[in-house]
């Protein structure tokens, strides 16, 4: 069992539609939670992070946090083309600690 | 402000020669990580530094990869005697603790390239 897991996509979305992005993670003990969001050939840029159970927004975005289900998930309303990338969902066991990160969710937003 | 800066970009080496990958943290970081991607795969956790320690480097290869984290000047990533199962893109990491939480930002990574 992989200890972050992402569905590898790709995630085909229409412009202004909503994209939600799962991730599971296999440690109980993980307390940190972070989206990042890759574009091809590029660095892994900080989309939100999330500590607690529960929902937390950020303009468009929104991440979900279910520690009893070991589930995380990131909401992107009103999609845009130009949120086509990989989403990469990262998990942290301390407040200062290695991220392990999922393989990441290609989404892609058509016309 | 300068974000986290990787140095440099692209590198290429032939097969049996060192690689050396700087990276320098955000102004007041004071945490470096380094992970790897390989082509067609997630990113793997290398190694965790503090200024002059390590603190994690359950992730680093036993032989031919070493880190430093210097008092002055940047994080080194040292790969001696590259193979080409070396080649994959670098990136470095940096951050700080602020009311017991820690968030990391990347830097544009090296993508090394052993032929």
């Known amino acids: 069992q992989k200890e972050v897991e992402q569905n590898s996509g790709p995630l085909s979305v229409p412009e202004g539609a909503i994209a939600s992005l799962n991730c599971t993670y296999s440690?109980?003990?993980?307390?940190?939670f972070f989206w990042y969001r890759q574009y091809s050939g590029k660095s892994p840029e900080l989309i939100m992070f999330?500590?607690?159970?529960g929902d937390k927004e950020d303009g468009r975005f929104t991440a979900q946090l279910n520690k009893a289900s070991q589930y995380v998930s990131l909401l992107i309303r009103d999609s845009q083309p130009s949120d086509s990338a990989t989403y990469l969902c990262?998990?942290?066991?301390?407040?200062?600690?290695?991220?392990?990160f999922g393989t990441g969710t290609r989404l892609q937003v058509t016309l | 402000n300068a974000g986290v800066m990787q140095n440099p970009r692209h590198l290429v080496r032939r097969r049996g020669q060192e690689a050396r990958l700087r990276c320098s943290p955000m102004?007041?970081?004071?945490?470096v990580y380094w992970y790897r991607q390989l082509p067609e795969e997630g990113l793997k956790f290398m190694v965790y530094?503090?200024?002059?320690?390590?603190?994690?480097e359950s992730g680093m290869p036993k032989e031919r990869f070493s880190a430093e984290f210097p008092k002055e000047g940047p994080s080194i990533l040292r790969i001696q005697q590259v193979v080409r199962g070396d080649s994959a893109a670098y990136f470095c990491?940096?951050?700080?603790?602020?009311?017991?939480?820690?968030?990391?930002?990347f830097g544009p990574g090296t993508r090394l390239l052993v032929l």
């Open positions: 990491a940096s951050s700080f603790l602020a009311g017991g939480q820690e968030t990391q930002y």
């Open positions: 990262a998990v942290g066991t301390g407040t200062a600690s290695k991220l392990t």
């Open positions: 999330i500590y607690s159970n």
């Open positions: 440690d109980r003990g993980s307390q940190s």
């Open positions: 102004k007041g970081h004071s945490h």
């Open positions: 530094l503090q200024k002059e320690n390590i603190i994690d």
